[in-house]
């Protein structure tokens, strides 16, 4: 199972999306028929092996009269020239065919990716002709894997002309051209860079800012320089201050009662979950790559350990919720106390300032400079699809509404969090202020929109009979779309660290006062919990899910996100009254904070990087093996780290800075 923001961007990893690579639930099974069709056919190895050096006497053999009727006449000259050098052996047209794809080995094996030399091509230069490289993808008449074949053809070649002659070519050999996408998004040449509204702004805003950071940073150097004061003003984009505050560590309390006000485990559950989440998103994109062991991926898969890894990974994003709803509700709590009252509008902007600055930066680099980065077969399909979300739903995005206004095309689709966040953070003071005013009572309340929420999951499962299993003949995007980013059916773990919150703002001085036989039973419950959670998405994300109901599905997703919330509640409890022993050490390590601060960032940047430095710059298939996903991972976090500290300090922290300065004064 893939997630709805990665389909779009799969074209060239999976046989089964048709229809321009949409997704269209219909349209996938009436494209599974018509491939049917084609692979009651044999097809012989020899057949394919000298496919495209066939295509040379194609070509060699379109006169002038024919070439004139084609849509690209002087593609199709250049291309016949190319292929008379290649056949009288001349330099150049070895070297032009050299760098075609060839017909790899282990078709039969899920194997079929003959990308070419992407390099060579595109170094190519013969008189008035540079090198295009072209990916075409065609289905076999027979069980053999769709074959991705990489051409060099003329810079000056329409994608779309070159699409119709190799395609006309295949169809007398029996093979169909499968046209995912449009042509040019699989076409990689010289790029003219565009000056249109949104590079404009985007160099206009990084001038700006650049210039900020410079004074700013200048500024604060002075002043430390002739030990003089510095104002927080003037150093709110100073680099130095700014990584500064990102890094600061704050030792642990041993006092009992400060203790008690603090949540000091919760900057470990926090770093640990998103490094969980880059994990399962590092195992999501792995269905990117241009495998030529791809069985040995699925089975890797089907283990236990990977499912630990991957398919538990998915409740990790349960565990920012439990701690948004705690931490939402203790703060308010505080405030009401202070001051008996609290200013919704007030909270709301800070709020929306905290987080739109490093969000919108990042929606304006996607727009503008990243297209310009890098160049790879999967380059353009992945970089164009994410491009082209933003620049139609860049308005919803910002506006956290874009989980309900167009779930399925969302711009930077894994921030569907942030609108369910944004969304819950303004229905908040509608449920703390009462829950202060009237005590406990309002917990039934509480419970009651909780269990709702845990019903509408399970509704829309039991109606549309939705299951989990990641080896489904197809994937149906309303699953996403009815019960993974609405906020009505992500509400329930929020409401859990909600009340959680004020129990814990209840108890902060007193603490949870239980017998020695209570915590033990209490940590118990959890391990065996959480054991049985991790088991169950074993069991049901890799059994074929004909084996059992679709009933089990409904009843686990709902249920497991809610139980999984109590664990984390449960752990964060024990931790917090003294009962934690060394997971309380662990997980409150003062080494934690820094990765708990840019914990934000990180998730917002993580598959934006991923996607551009391991996936996307992709010019050749390769091995799948664990050590290598392994070091994607590592490389993937580092990476994460250190783009994400310089991200925070330029348009977060500077950003919280000024909030504190305007609108706290």
Known sequence: MWPAWLLPLSILS??????GGKLDYHHQQNDRNRTQQLRNVEFSIEEVLLLNRHFLDYLAAIDDQIAQELPDPQCTIAMRQLSKAYLNRERH??????????????????????????????????????????????????DMEVLVSGLCVPHFCDPDAAQALYG????????????????EMLCIRDEEFKYDGAMITAIVFSAIIAGFLLFSTLYEVV???????????????????????????????????????????????????????????????????LWENAPTQLGYIRGFTPSLLYFSGMLAVDTFLVLSGMLVAMSMLRELDKNGKINPLKLYLHRYIRITGPFAALILFLVSFASYMGEGVLWKPILGDLKQACEKNWWAALLYIQNYVDPGNMCLAWSWYLSVDMQLYILAPALIYPLWRYGKRVLIVIAGLAVLSMGCVLASFLVNEFRLSFFLPYFDPRKSQLTYFPTHARMAVWLWGLAFGYILHKTKDTGVNLSKRYWTAGWAACFTLLGLIVYGNYEI??????????????????LSRSVFGFCVMWIILACVNGKGGLIDDFLGAPMWQPLSKLSFTMYLLHIQLLLMASVA????????????????????????????????????????????LFLKS
């Open 93 to 142: 047209g070895l070297e032009w065919f050299d760098s075609w794809g060839k017909i790899p080995s282990g078709l039969y094996h899920q194997n079929g990716y003959a990308v070419g030399n992407v390099d060579q091509c595109r170094g190519f230069s013969w008189e008035h002709i540079r090198g295009q490289h072209c990916t075409f993808i065609g289905a076999f008449p027979s």
């Open 14 to 19: 999976t046989s089964t999306l048709p229809n």
């Open 168 to 183: 006309d070519y295949l169809n007398t050999q029996g093979i169909m051209l499968v046209p995912f996408i449009e042509q």
């Open 223 to 289: 002043q430390l320089a002739l030990k003089r004061d510095v104002k927080p003003l003037y150093s709110s984009f100073s680099l130095l201050s700014n990584i500064r505050s990102i890094i600061h560590i704050v030792p642990r309390s041993k006092s009992a009662d400060k203790k008690s006000n603090m949540i000091e485990c919760a900057h470990g559950i926090r770093a640990l979950s998103m490094i969980w989440i880059i994990v399962l998103h590092i195992h999501d994109t792995l269905n990117l790559v």
């Open 617 to 660: 710059p992709s010019k050749t298939s390769t091995y799948f093996s664990v050590i290598d996903m392994f070091y994607r991972i590592w490389g993937t976090i580092g990476l994460t780290i250190s783009v994400s500290l310089l991200w925070s300090a330029i348009f977060e922290v500077p950003f919280m800075r000024l909030d504190k």
């Open 541 to 558: 994300y890799t059994t074929d899910a004909q084996e059992f109901s679709y009933v089990v599905d409904a009843f686990f997703e709902p």
